[in-house]
């Protein structure tokens, strides 16, 4: 999963603003910070927001396209009842 640098610098600059009198430099701290929380996001089961929204209007069209379909469907049904009900006469 690709994680969004934004929200890692973001999330870091929050976590470092509560450890700023540690013995570490900031640059040592920021790194370990990034690994830490880079580690934690990628254990769950997350998308990024852009990602969600893609995949949510692809299942809108998918939905779509298959009311039209299942329309079509009871349409063609509908045309091969009368159809065989004209030739059974």
Do not use: H, P, W, Y
Request: aromatic share 4%; proline share 0%.
């Amino acid at each position: 999963m690709q994680i969004d640098n934004m929200l890692l610098d973001q999330m870091t600059q929050n976590i470092l603003g509560a450890f700023n009198k540690v013995g570490a430099t900031r640059e040592e701290l920021t790194r370990k910070v990034n690994d830490i929380v880079r580690d934690a996001v990628e254990r769950f089961d997350l998308v990024m927001r852009d990602e969600f929204e893609t995949a949510l209007e692809l299942l809108s069209n998918t939905r779509i396209k298959l009311e039209q379909m299942e329309k079509r469907v009871a349409e063609l049904e509908a045309q091969a009842n009368v159809a065989k009900s004209d030739g059974s006469e």
